[in-house]
């Protein structure tokens, strides 16, 4: 069982930074691989990023790429999404999501722990 805790949300201006953080409880938090997503209103959870075990492998949504990135720390049960250059179009609430080793990094429906959402905005 792994209970992931989403902070750093908030309001921002576009061309602003976010950085958002994943507090994982857990013994076993090195073990899994972990992603972020959102979802905004009337719209699918959308894949942003993801590290796996170890954090020597990450993955990127084309609309992120260049932009974000994800980072963990297994010893302090931690992953950290710095977001930077942010537009309107990244405003959603942003999921923390834990999976297990095997299967796509890019899909919801392989992660089997998700943390609450905390929202983004992003005016223009």
């Known amino acids: 069982q792994v209970h992931l805790v989403e902070s750093g949300g908030g309001l921002v201006q576009a061309g602003g930074s976010l950085r958002l953080s994943c507090a994982a409880s857990g013994r076993t938090f090195s073990s899994y691989a972990m992603g972020w997503f959102r979802q905004a209103p009337g719209k699918e959870r959308e894949f942003v990023a993801a590290?796996?075990?170890?954090?020597?492998?990450?993955y990127y949504g084309d609309s992120v790429k260049g932009r974000f990135a994800i980072s963990r720390d297994n010893a302090k049960n931690t992953v950290t999404l710095q977001m930077n250059s942010l537009k309107p179009e990244d405003t959603a609430v942003y999921y923390c999501?834990?999976?297990?080793?095997?299967?796509?990094?890019?899909?919801?429906?392989?992660?089997?722990?998700w943390g609450q959402g905390t929202q983004v905005t992003v005016s223009s």
């Open positions: 999501a834990a999976k297990r080793s095997g299967g796509s990094y890019y899909s919801t429906t392989q992660y089997d722990y």
């Open positions: 590290i796996n075990w170890s954090g020597g492998n990450t």
